[in-house]
C-alpha cells in the first residue's frame, strides 16, 4: 500500500521536509500580505455588491446612504487593525484570538472563540470559492450549469497547494493577489481621471436600469433597520483580518513587528479599495437588486429569469475600462482568481488554530501534527472536508452562503478585544515604569474602543441576519462547542485513568504466573518459529491452542504434531458453527476465570507481505482475535512475524528510494512547540 500512495503523493505535494527546514518555510512580508490577507482583500469584489443589494430593498433613492455606510465600515476596518496590531504584540505565539481569550477570559471565553473562528474559517472558504465560481461562470457557461462539481474541485486544487506547505501556496497566490491589487488602483486611479481631469461620463451596463422597490418610502426604524442590515452586510470585508494574528508564528523574524506591518498595509489597501469601488459604483450609476429578474426593469419590462447580474466591480470595470478591453478582462480574471485563492487565509488560519487546540486537548491529537511538507495536513483536509460539505449543501450559491457569514468573526474580534482590555489591566496594576504605563494605557484605550465598536457590530449583525441565515452560523459554533468540550472530557478522563500512583498498585504487581498460549492452524514455518519464541519466554505453563473447523485438517494436524514429536502439548477447541474467534475468547476468559493473578499470553504468528493486495488475502483471523483480545483485562498478545519473499522484495525496492515512508511511519508532534505564556508584556 505505500509503494502504491508513496509515488502520486511526492508527485503531488513534492518530498517530506526535514523538521530542521522550519525556518526555510517562514514568510517574508511580502509573501505573508497575500497568504494571510488574501480574504480582506478579495472581499471588496463582493462586499459594495453586498451593501447595494441591501439598499436596493427601498429602491435607488436608497443608494446615497452608500457613502456613510462606506465611512462606517473604513472606520470599524481601522478600528479593528489598531486593535490587532497591540494583540500582536502582546501575544505573538500564534494562538490569536483564542489565546488572548483563554488567557484573560477563561477556558470558556476562548473556547467560544475558538469555535466561532473554526465557524469562520469553514464559511470563508465556501464563500469565496462559491463567489469565484459565479465570477468565472459569466464567462464560462460550463461552470455555471456545473457549479457544485467545480467549486469542490477548486478546494481540492486549492487543498493540494496547502499541502505543498505555506511557503509554496504563498509564491503560487501572491502573483494574482498582487495583480488584483493593482488593477483595482489602476481601475481607481483612471475611473478619478476620466471623471475629474478629462469630464467624460461613465456608465454601468445597468445605469439605465430601474429598481422596483420592495419597500418604498421607508423611514423611521425600517429605514434604521435596512441601513444596519447594509451596514452588516458591508462588514463582509473585515473577514479574515484575525488570521494574521494567529499566524504570527509564519511570520520571519522580528515576527511581531512584521505581522503588525502586514496588518496596518492590509487595513490600507482594503479600505481604499472598498471606498473606490463604491464612489465608482455611485458615479456610474451601477444598479443591483436581491431579486433581479423581477425587481430589475429595462425599458419598462422585468429583465426576466435569464439576466445575469454582474458583480459590482465588473459592472465598474466595464464602465472604466470598456467591455473586452485588456484591463477590463485583466481585472475580471484576476478577481475570480484572488477570490479562489482567498480561501487561502482559512488554509493557514485553521489547521494553525486547529493544532493549538489540539495541543491543549480540545480536538484530536492528529491536528497537532506536521506533515510531509512541514504543514498540519490533517486540518488542511479537514478544512477542505467541512467547506466541500458546506458547498454541496448550499449549491454553491455565495447569496445563500452570504448569510451565514461574519457573525463567527465578530463574535471573536469582540471577546478578543475584551481580553486584550483584561490583559493591560492585570499589566497596570504591577507596572511602576511611566513610559511603559503610557504605551499600556494607550493600547487599553484602542483595545477598549475595539471592543465597544465590535461588540456593537455583532449585535446588529445578529439582529438583521438571524433570520437570513446567521442562526446556521450559531449552531455551528454551538456544535463545536459541544463536540470540543466532550473531546477534552475525553483526554482529561483518559489521562487521570492512566496516571501511574507513586504507590504499587495491581498494574505494577508481578504476576503469581504466566499461561502461554500459542495458536496454531498448521504446522508451517512461522508455526514453528512463534512456538520457539514462546519456549524463549520460560512461561509456567506453554500450550498450542487450535479450533477444529474441519475434522480433517484437525486430524491432519494431530497426526503431524506427533509425528514430529513437538514437546508442547496441543490443546484443539471445538467449534460446531466453525467460529474461530469465540472459542479461543472464551477459552482465554476462562484461564483467567480460574486464576484471576495468573497473566496470559497468547501468541499469533503472522505472514509479513510486500504488496497491498496480499494484505487482503492474509491475516484477517489474527486482526479480528487481536481486536477482540484487546478488551481481556490480563492477556497480552503478541504478534511472531514471518517475512515473506514478497516483503524482502518490496524492502530492495524501498531502499532505492531515497525519501520512501516504511510503513507504519507515524509522526509525533510539531517541528516546533507552541510556547504557553506570552514572551512579550507589552
Known amino acids: 500500500m505505500s509503494k502504491l500512495t508513496d509515488v502520486p503523493k511526492r508527485i503531488l505535494i513534492g518530498r517530506a521536509l526535514r523538521s530542521d527546514r522550519l525556518g526555510e518555510t517562514l514568510l517574508p512580508k511580502r509573501i505573508a500580505l497575500p497568504v494571510f490577507a488574501s480574504d480582506p482583500l478579495s472581499s471588496v469584489a463582493y462586499a459594495p455588491g453586498e451593501v447595494l443589494l441591501v439598499l436596493s430593498i427601498a429602491g435607488v433613492s436608497a443608494y446615497h446612504f452608500s457613502p456613510w455606510i462606506a465611512v462606517a465600515v473604513v472606520v470599524l476596518m481601522f478600528t479593528v487593525v489598531a486593535s490587532y496590531r497591540q494583540n500582536v504584540h502582546a501575544y505573538p505565539s500564534g494562538g490569536g484570538d483564542y489565546e488572548v481569550a483563554t488567557t484573560n477570559l477563561g477556558p470558556r471565553a476562548g473556547l467560544t472563540v475558538a469555535s466561532a473562528l473554526l465557524v469562520d474559517y469553514v464559511l470563508t472558504v465556501a464563500v469565496s470559492i462559491a463567489s469565484g465560481i459565479e465570477n468565472l461562470g459569466s464567462a464560462v457557461p460550463f461552470v455555471v450549469e456545473h457549479k457544485v462539481f467545480c467549486a469542490v474541485a477548486v478546494i481540492v486544487l486549492l487543498t493540494l497547494m496547502n499541502l505543498r506547505g505555506v511557503k509554496e501556496s504563498g509564491k503560487l497566490f501572491a502573483i494574482p493577489t498582487y495583480v488584483f491589487v493593482a488593477g483595482v488602483f489602476i481601475m481607481i486611479a483612471w475611473g478619478a481621471f476620466r471623471g475629474l481631469v478629462l469630464g467624460d461620463t461613465m456608465l454601468a451596463p445597468t445605469a439605465e436600469y430601474h429598481i422596483k422597490a420592495e419597500h418604498q418610502g421607508l423611514a423611521g426604524f425600517a429605514l434604521v433597520f435596512l441601513l444596519l442590515r447594509a451596514f452588516s452586510s458591508g462588514c463582509a470585508?473585515?473577514?479574515?483580518?484575525?488570521?494574521?494574528?494567529?499566524?504570527?508564528?509564519?511570520?520571519?523574524?522580528?515576527?511581531?513587528?512584521?505581522?503588525?506591518?502586514?496588518?496596518?498595509?492590509?487595513?490600507?489597501?482594503?479600505?481604499?479599495?472598498?471606498?473606490?469601488?463604491?464612489?465608482?459604483?455611485?458615479?456610474?450609476?451601477?444598479?443591483?437588486?436581491?431579486?433581479?429578474?423581477?425587481?430589475?426593469?429595462?425599458?419598462?419590462?422585468?429583465?426576466?429569469?435569464?439576466?445575469?447580474?454582474?458583480?459590482?466591480?465588473?459592472?465598474?470595470?466595464?464602465?472604466?475600462?470598456?467591455?473586452?478591453?485588456?484591463?477590463?478582462?485583466?481585472?475580471?480574471?484576476?478577481?475570480?482568481?484572488?477570490?479562489?485563492?482567498?480561501?487561502?487565509?482559512?488554509?493557514?488560519?485553521?489547521?494553525?488554530?486547529?493544532?493549538?487546540?489540539?495541543?491543549?486537548?480540545?480536538?484530536?491529537?492528529?491536528?497537532?501534527?506536521?506533515?510531509?511538507?512541514?504543514?498540519?495536513?490533517?486540518?488542511?483536509?479537514?478544512?477542505?472536508?467541512?467547506?466541500?460539505?458546506?458547498?454541496?449543501?448550499?449549491?454553491?450559491?455565495?447569496?445563500?452562503?452570504?448569510?451565514?457569514?461574519?457573525?463567527?468573526?465578530?463574535?471573536?474580534?469582540?471577546?478578543?478585544?475584551?481580553?486584550?482590555?483584561?490583559?493591560?489591566?492585570?499589566?497596570?496594576?504591577?507596572?511602576?515604569?511611566?513610559?511603559?504605563?503610557?504605551?499600556?494605557?494607550?493600547?487599553?484605550?484602542?483595545?477598549?474602543?475595539?471592543?465597544?465598536?465590535?461588540?456593537?457590530?455583532?449585535?446588529?449583525?445578529?439582529?438583521?441576519?438571524?433570520?437570513?441565515?446567521?442562526?446556521?452560523?450559531?449552531?455551528?459554533?454551538?456544535?463545536?462547542?459541544?463536540?470540543?468540550?466532550?473531546?477534552?472530557?475525553?483526554?482529561?478522563?483518559?489521562?487521570?485513568?492512566?496516571?501511574?500512583?507513586?504507590?504499587?498498585?495491581?498494574?505494577?504487581?508481578?504476576?503469581?504466573?504466566?499461561?502461554?498460549?500459542?495458536?496454531?492452524?498448521?504446522?508451517?514455518?512461522?508455526?514453528?518459529?512463534?512456538?520457539?519464541?514462546?519456549?524463549?519466554?520460560?512461561?509456567?505453563?506453554?500450550?498450542?491452542?487450535?479450533?477444529?473447523?474441519?475434522?480433517?485438517?484437525?486430524?491432519?494436524?494431530?497426526?503431524?504434531?506427533?509425528?514430529?514429536?513437538?514437546?508442547?502439548?496441543?490443546?484443539?477447541?471445538?467449534?460446531?458453527?466453525?467460529?474461530?474467534?469465540?472459542?479461543?475468547?472464551?477459552?482465554?476468559?476462562?484461564?483467567?476465570?480460574?486464576?484471576?493473578?495468573?497473566?496470559?499470553?497468547?501468541?499469533?504468528?503472522?505472514?509479513?507481505?510486500?504488496?497491498?493486495?496480499?494484505?487482503?488475502?492474509?491475516?484477517?483471523?489474527?486482526?479480528?482475535?487481536?481486536?477482540?483480545?484487546?478488551?481481556?483485562p490480563g492477556v497480552m498478545v503478541t504478534s511472531v512475524p514471518y517475512q515473506l519473499e514478497s516483503s524482502e522484495a518490496a524492502k530492495l525496492r524501498a531502499r532505492k528510494r531515497q525519501d520512501w515512508n516504511a510503513p507504519g511511519a507515524v509522526r509525533r508532534g510539531p517541528a516546533q512547540e507552541r510556547p504557553k505564556e506570552p514572551t512579550q508584556k507589552s
Not at 531 to 542: G, V
Open 237 to 632: 470585508a473585515l473577514t479574515g483580518v484575525e488570521a494574521i494574528s494567529n499566524g504570527v508564528p509564519a511570520f520571519r523574524k522580528p515576527k511581531s513587528k512584521n505581522a503588525a506591518t502586514t496588518l496596518a498595509a492590509m487595513g490600507l489597501l482594503a479600505v481604499t479599495m472598498f471606498c473606490g469601488i463604491i464612489a465608482l459604483a455611485m458615479t456610474t450609476k451601477v444598479r443591483m437588486a436581491e431579486n433581479p429578474a423581477t425587481d430589475l426593469i429595462h425599458n419598462g419590462v422585468a429583465v426576466g429569469a435569464d439576466y445575469v447580474q454582474n458583480p459590482v466591480i465588473s459592472q465598474v470595470a466595464e464602465a472604466v475600462f470598456g467591455k473586452g478591453s485588456f484591463l477590463f478582462i485583466l481585472l475580471a480574471a484576476a478577481t475570480a482568481l484572488v477570490l479562489f485563492l482567498a480561501a487561502n487565509t482559512a488554509y493557514n488560519g485553521f489547521p494553525l488554530l486547529g493544532s493549538i487546540l489540539a495541543q491543549d486537548r480540545y480536538l484530536p491529537r492528529q491536528l497537532h501534527t506536521r506533515g510531509d511538507r512541514l504543514a498540519f495536513s490533517n486540518g488542511i483536509v479537514l478544512l477542505a472536508g467541512a467547506a466541500s460539505m458546506l458547498v454541496i449543501i448550499y449549491g454553491a450559491d455565495s447569496t445563500r452562503l452570504i448569510q451565514l457569514y461574519i457573525v463567527g468573526v465578530f463574535v471573536s474580534f469582540t471577546l478578543s478585544q475584551t481580553g486584550m482590555v483584561r490583559h493591560w489591566n492585570r499589566h497596570l496594576a504591577s507596572e511602576t515604569d511611566q513610559a511603559k504605563r503610557t504605551h499600556m494605557i494607550r493600547s487599553r484605550a484602542i483595545n477598549a474602543f475595539g471592543a465597544f465598536f465590535t461588540g456593537l457590530v455583532l449585535v446588529v449583525v445578529l439582529v438583521t441576519k438571524f433570520t437570513h441565515g446567521a442562526w446556521v452560523a450559531l449552531l455551528g459554533m454551538v456544535i463545536f462547542y459541544a463536540t470540543m468540550t466532550a473531546i477534552r472530557k475525553h483526554y482529561d478522563r483518559v489521562a487521570e485513568e492512566l496516571a501511574a500512583p507513586e504507590g504499587p498498585t495491581d498494574d505494577s504487581v508481578r504476576p503469581s504466573r504466566v499461561h502461554s498460549v500459542v495458536l496454531v492452524s498448521k504446522i508451517h514455518r512461522p508455526a514453528l518459529r512463534a512456538l520457539a519464541y514462546a519456549k524463549l519466554l520460560r512461561s509456567d505453563t506453554l500450550e498450542a491452542l487450535s479450533v477444529n473447523v474441519d475434522p480433517a485438517e484437525t486430524k491432519t494436524l494431530r497426526d503431524e504434531w506427533e509425528r514430529r514429536g513437538i514437546d508442547v502439548p496441543l490443546k484443539v477447541l471445538d467449534s460446531p458453527y466453525r467460529e474461530i474467534t469465540r472459542p479461543v475468547i472464551e477459552y482465554v476468559k476462562g484461564l483467567r476465570k480460574e486464576s484471576p493473578r495468573d497473566a496470559v499470553s497468547v501468541i499469533i504468528p503472522e505472514y509479513v507481505v510486500g504488496h497491498w493486495y496480499e494484505h487482503l488475502l492474509h491475516n484477517q483471523s489474527a486482526l479480528r482475535l487481536k481486536g477482540r483480545l484487546l478488551f481481556t
